[in-house]
């Protein structure tokens, strides 16, 4: 994939999934797919602070953007942990369970590697209008 890479840790607090969205607006700034990768990233970043170990105390968490030809690939590594991200197989409910159902609908494409020491959770973008009309009918 022929483009740019760029990588950036972030503190494991709520806070910081604001911060982690103001890096992909800023960066994907005049790009289609910005808002959908902005709300896939803020969905990740919220995960990898609530479920993982980068919400411990002095955890991190790392979002990469790599931008090709026609595709953006993302990805936020966290710290692990004993849970792995996965979808509900239920479904949403009152407890929660959209983010990673949003992820899997916005996304072209998604998936985990790693394991209790760190796991990258990413998703690819194709950078045509089509990621970015599916937002908006998600809204
Ligand atoms: N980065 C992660 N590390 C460990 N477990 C995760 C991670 N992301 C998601 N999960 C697991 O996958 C489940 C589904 O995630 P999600 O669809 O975002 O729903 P929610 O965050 O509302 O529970 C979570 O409840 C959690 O158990
Ligand atoms: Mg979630």
Redesign the pocket.
Known sequence: MSGWRLSRHFLGSTASVREARRFVTTFLSGWPVAETAELIVS??A???V???ASGRFGGRFLVTLQAGQDRLWLG?L?EG?P??????PDG?DD???????LVSVLADSWGVHGDEHG?T?WAVLHTETAAALRVASCR
Do not use: C, I, W
């Open positions: 969905e990740l919220t995960n990898a609530r479920h993982s936020v966290d942990g849970s792995s991200p996965v979808l509900r949403p407890e929660g369970g959209r983010g990673l159902l796991r959770v």
